[in-house]
């Protein structure tokens, strides 16, 4: 069994043979080294993508927008992937977004699961029939069984933002806050004399 460094190495090298810079193949290295760590085919996947691409030059959207695609080639998964990264602020912004004729979309997944780390928010993906949610950069979600799937074409992939809510009610969080107030003391001469806090102290 190949050890998470060894994958990490070998994908940034490899991803540099085939043509793409070594700042680019760093992040590729990294990415799918993390995706094979949720079980899901990272290495398998890149493996048929370099090969198809060993005589074009791969492209991805010149920036992003709400609908991405190029007029006539299939968007390149890990440039689709940086373009969001570096710019996760807007991305945040928009919301929903639609990718069209994404080549290998699993490896955008990694990519995904980034930029919802970055943004603080959890995010939806669907690749064609297949729906799965990152979630900060520590789990991705799917409702397919996607780990051994290898995907040569998305025709569309959608990705949508969730915004942060509690899953618990306002009366829920009250009662579990007077709870939390019974490690609470009065403040006494001695908390006074050294400064400890706006006069309630743990006890533990």
Sequence with gaps: MQSSSEINTVSKRAARAVGYSWGVAEEVGKCISSIEMFGISGVENLNNYFKTIKDIEPEGPKQIEKTNKLNDKSLCPIYTGLKLIDNYKSVDGMKTLKFINLNYPLLLLPFVNKLSYLIGKRIEISIDDINAECNLNTCVLADHQIKSLIIKKA??????ILENE???SSK?????YEISTETFVEETEQSKQTGAGAGLRDND
């Design 166 to 168: 509690d899953s618990f």
């Design 172 to 176: 829920t969080w009250n009662e579990l």
């Design 155 to 160: 025709n569309t992939v959608k990705i949508n």
